[in-house]
């Protein structure tokens, strides 16, 4: 199986994020090949809400590094959400990838993959961001198999609680496990756009096209 780990600390490998979040790929064992990306690395601007995306589906008038990071969403079989907790949010660079990827959402183009999420912070009350990453998996049609975050001094004592949780991870992929009331909730969203695609033919011919495509209208 093939993961991609986003990791949104400022500080790469040296970060107590990405060491947790590698804790959790050790759980999910050596058949799984875990690609990293920090996303420090990459040029990534912030939507212009052009909707370009929507006429033509993964194509934006914006050059920069977005394009790849979205292809290798979609070619992944599970994507782990890794990002320090600022402000009881995701941090900019995360947002910024999500805000880039509207089309993620309106075309449900995770459906099918796992997402689960990992959140360190100074203080370790995170439930506000592992939910919001929770909500962003549904969104884009992804199921998620759960989520771990620390206190940055209550890092090491979390071994055992991410290694399980990457064991979790590795079965839901393997064993493609749907969660009913994930499920509800995906499906129902779905329901949503595809009156709103219906709507908005014209202007999102490109989503659109990928519905009828999809045989989903």
């Known amino acids: 199986m093939n993961v991609l780990l986003v990791s949104t600390s400022p500080h790469r490998e040296k ?16 058949d799984s090949r875990v690609d990293v990306v920090h996303l420090c690395d990459f040029k990534m601007e912030f939507c212009r809400a052009c909707e370009v995306c929507h006429k033509t589906v993964l ?3 914006l050059k920069d590094d977005t394009h ?9 079989d599970g994507i782990i959400l890794a990002t320090p907790n600022y402000i009881n949010q995701v941090a900019a660079p ?11 959402i309106h075309c449900k183009r995770l459906l099918g993959k796992y997402v689960c999420g990992v959140v360190t912070s100074g203080s370790g009350q995170d439930q506000t961001v592992l939910d919001y990453l929770c909500h962003y998996a549904h ?8 989520g771990v975050s620390a206190g940055v001094p209550m890092i090491g004592q979390k071994a055992a609680e ?7 991870f590795a079965r839901d992929i393997r064993e493609k496990k749907e969660y009913p009331d994930q499920t509800e909730i995906i499906e129902k969203g779905r329901g949503h756009f595809k009156k709103i695609m219906q709507i908005r033919k014209e202007d999102w011919s490109g989503e659109y096209e990928y519905w009828q495509e999809k045989g989903w209208l």
């Open 15 to 30: 970060s107590r994020t990405f060491a947790l979040a590698m804790d959790v790929a050790k759980g999910m064992g050596k």
């Open 59 to 61: 194509r934006c008038p």
């Open 68 to 76: 790849t990071l979205l292809e290798k969403m979609l070619s992944a």
């Open 94 to 104: 995360m947002k910024a990838l999500f805000d880039r990827a509207s089309h993620f």
């Open 139 to 146: 969104t884009c049609g992804a199921q998620y198999s759960g």
């Open 162 to 168: 991410t290694f399980r949780l990457g064991e979790t």
